[in-house]
């Protein structure tokens, strides 16, 4: 009997693990909503930017003098808590594109993203 409760018990150990694990990759994707802003829907491959990148090469905190903290895990907010979308200029754009220039990937032309 006490065989089958440390089984039970270890088996959810492991379903917990498997799920908290899950949860801490984050979505598989995400969608920036530029459309309100006269743009379109740009959805972004977060697992396949995640299984090349340390999470704080793009997630950052921010201190209470509005400068960039650093990554702190669990976190993470949405890049518009912080960022205005949807301007060229903006914060992601340079992110994104500055880093698919520097290392010869990924998008970095308007329509690449921006699908109509």
Do not use: W
């Amino acid at each position: 009997m006490v065989k089958k409760i440390m089984l039970c018990i270890a088996a959810l150990a492991m379903v917990c693990g498997v799920a908290a694990y899950a949860f801490a990759q984050g979505p598989e994707t995400v969608t920036f909503d530029t459309a309100k802003k006269g743009g379109t829907h740009v959805t972004f491959n977060h697992k396949a930017h995640q299984e090349r990148l340390e999470c704080a090469t793009c997630h950052h905190t921010k201190n209470a003098d509005g400068t960039q903290g650093p990554y702190v895990a669990g976190e993470e907010k949405k890049c518009s808590t912080c960022h205005e979308l949807g301007k060229p200029s903006d914060n992601i754009h340079k992110r994104c594109k500055g880093c698919h220039k520097e290392n010869g990937a990924g998008p970095t032309k308007c329509g690449d993203c921006h699908q109509k």
